[in-house]
């Protein structure tokens, strides 16, 4: 069976691919059961000094699974959030690993996709790579990422974002504070193995309480993360079973625009 994700160690590093090419390594149940246990073992394992997550294929992550979340519509409100906490779960993992973390963004990053490269301490990106909040088009929200999302980047930026879903480039993430560095794309991994090698002057330990520090001084507890995401999942789960959450999902995969009704 295919792995959705590849998983490789070079020295003391632990490099993670997301590896569902044929639709952009979109996050389906699979992928994000994978790569939370992933993220989980890196964590605990002393051999592992840093961890470097990327994508296979022409994108680093076009977020949810909207076919799998399509399919969800006909499961209950209650499944549809517990489906939605496992991808909290994912964030908050990875948001909270007690080992430095880089996001090599070789490409296009959407929705969940942004979630994963906010929740990252170090974000190199190729020049090509294009970014986008798009969730208001599908008639859902950014539910479950927002608070790493607004973390890395602001409130200000993330409200514009969040409520025209407006795509942007490289060099505007590089301004907005989403990317540290943006590289042409044959000088990604070169400015991976820098950014790894000022990592590996660090002492492990203090890496980990510094990054814990910076987190909890910008009001980002962990104890507190647990309870917010079980907020944005029931948020999510209403949303993805709604009327508009349906063909926002539905208009998306038919390739044709959606027709929303008025609000009301
Ligand atoms: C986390 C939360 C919510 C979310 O993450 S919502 C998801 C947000 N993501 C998007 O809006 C991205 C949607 N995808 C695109 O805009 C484009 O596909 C692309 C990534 C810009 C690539 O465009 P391109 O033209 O190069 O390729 P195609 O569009 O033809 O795609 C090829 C193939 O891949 C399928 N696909 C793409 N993205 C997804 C996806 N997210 N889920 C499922 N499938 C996807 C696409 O449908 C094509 O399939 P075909 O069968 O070949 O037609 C919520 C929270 O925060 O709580």
């Known amino acids: 069976m295919t792995r959705s994700i590849q998983i490789a160690d070079q020295g003391s590093v632990r490099r993670i691919a997301l590896n569902r090419p044929q639709v952009h390594n979109a996050f ?3 992928l994000i059961a994978e790569l939370t246990a992933a993220l989980e073992q890196a964590g605990k394992d002393n051999a592992v000094r840093a961890v470097v997550l990327t994508g296979e294929g022409a994108s680093f992550s076009a977020g949810a699974d909207l076919n799998w979340m399509r399919g969800m519509a006909s499961a209950s409100e209650a499944e549809n959030r517990e489906d939605s906490l496992r991808l909290a779960t994912l964030m908050r993992t990875l948001q909270y690993l007690p080992k430095p973390t880089i996001a090599r963004v070789n490409g296009a990053a959407y929705g969940g996709g942004v979630g994963l490269v906010a929740c990252c301490d170090i974000a190199i990106g190729v020049e090509s790579a ?22 890395a980047i602001g409130l200000r930026q993330a409200r514009r974002l969040f409520v025209t879903g ?8 590089l301004q907005i504070g989403l990317l540290h560095q943006c590289v042409p794309a044959e000088q990604l991994d070169d400015a991976v193995d820098t950014a790894l090698a000022l990592l590996s002057k660090a002492g492990p330990v203090a890496q980990a309480q510094a990054k814990q520090l910076a987190l909890r001084m910008a009001g980002a507890h962990e104890t507190h993360a647990e309870a917010i995401d079980r907020e944005n999942a029931a948020l999510i789960a209403r949303l993805r079973v709604s009327e508009e959450g349906q063909e926002g999902l539905g208009a998306f995969l038919s390739k044709r625009p959606a027709a929303w009704s008025t609000a009301s």
């Not at 909040?133 to 973390?151: D, F, M, Q, R």
């Not at 407006?166 to 993430?173: G, I, M, Q, S, V």
């Open 130 to 151: 294009r970014f986008g909040l798009t969730e208001v088009k599908l008639g859902l929200v950014p539910a479950v990422i927002s608070p790493y999302v607004i973390h």
């Open 28 to 30: 389906d149940d699979g």
């Open 166 to 173: 407006e795509l942007f480039d490289a060099p505007t993430a």
